[in-house]
């Protein structure tokens, strides 16, 4: 079965996100006022073949925990559904 | 005989020639190991070199350690080899789980390129004893991802085995306790940001960079 993956790599609260706060302070130059908490972060899509979707979840979890996030400094929130994005 | 002083060049590495020449001059002889040869070719100690491995993509360090010579450098390491890490070498050695910890961007939100005070902390290490223990060392930074850090246990553990090697006398980055470089359980593995090779002669500013570069080879 085909799922298709969607990641979101944050950096972990705490950690210093100099794009984010970067992003943060051009805001109001633009007018908009009161926006906070700027937080850049890290999106990766693949589709994934597994028996189903727990065996997909437990792989991309995997995926996330050796690869795809450095888990000193970052988290990872994963969807899946069933079905080729691409 | 000169010991051979392996330093590895992946696609990105741009300090690899620097460091080269400072091997050289400390009286080494310094050859350029492939990151696609998985292999250490018998070397004496391994030096992995600042730049941009691999484009820095996805993170700093975090394709590089998929290169053949990886597994060569970690099987060198386990044998009790000298590594040294330098800079984007730093982030590699942490990536492939060689160093604890990790390096997340600059606190002053800065690319940081200038020149720094490091106190010696530890003289033992491969990277630190022949210099002299609490002497205070100008060499050059030149990074973005330079701020250390690590969860509350390991940087107590880092602090109880005598593993912080160096530490900024004015911090620069960010890194959590004034690191600047530390080294692994068997003291011959180290990872540090700045850059002892750029520190090698009265023309570049300094040449406290020496007594660390003699220190792999002791």
């Known amino acids: ?86 | 005989m000169s010991p051979r002083v392996g330093v590895v060049l992946f696609p990105g590495s741009n300090c690899e020639q620097d460091m080269i020449e400072a091997m050289g001059l400390v009286g080494a002889e310094p050859e350029i190991l492939w990151h696609g040869d998985a292999t250490t070719k018998g070397v004496d100690a391994v030096i992995v070199p600042g730049g941009f491995a691999h484009g820095d993509y996805l993170r700093p360090g975090a394709i590089a350690r998929f290169s053949p010579i990886m597994g060569a450098v970690s099987e060198f390491a386990a044998a009790g080899g000298p590594v040294v890490g330098i800079c984007n070498g730093f982030q590699v050695l942490t990536e492939a789980g060689l160093l604890p910890g990790a390096l997340q961007k600059n606190a002053g939100l800065k690319f940081v390129c200038t020149m720094v005070e490091l106190r010696v902390e530890s003289t033992d290490s491969v990277l630190t004893r022949g210099a002299e223990a609490g002497s205070v060392l100008r060499v050059p930074i030149n990074h973005f991802e330079g701020n250390y850090t690590c969860d509350a246990d390991t940087l107590a553990q880092l602090r109880a085995e005598d593993r912080i090697v160096l530490r900024y006398v004015e911090n620069p980055n960010g890194s959590i306790d004034d690191i600047a470089g530390i080294c692994n359980e068997g003291r011959n593995v180290v990872g540090l940001m700045p850059h002892p090779e750029r520190a090698t002669s009265e023309l570049l500013g300094s040449i406290d960079g020496l007594p660390l570069l003699r220190s792999i080879l002791s």
Request: glycine share 8%.
């Open chain 1, 1 to 86: 079965m085909i799922f298709s993956v969607q990641v979101e790599v944050r950096l972990r609260p705490g950690i210093a996100d100099p794009q984010g706060s970067t992003i943060e302070r051009a805001i109001p130059t633009l007018g908009v006022a009161g926006v906070t908490g700027v937080r850049v972060g890290k999106f990766i899509r693949f589709d994934i073949d597994a028996a189903d979707e727990a065996s997909a979840r437990a792989s991309v979890e995997d995926l996330c925990r050796r690869f795809l996030t450095n888990p000193v400094i970052e988290d990872s929130f994963i969807e899946l559904s069933a079905g080729a994005a691409s």
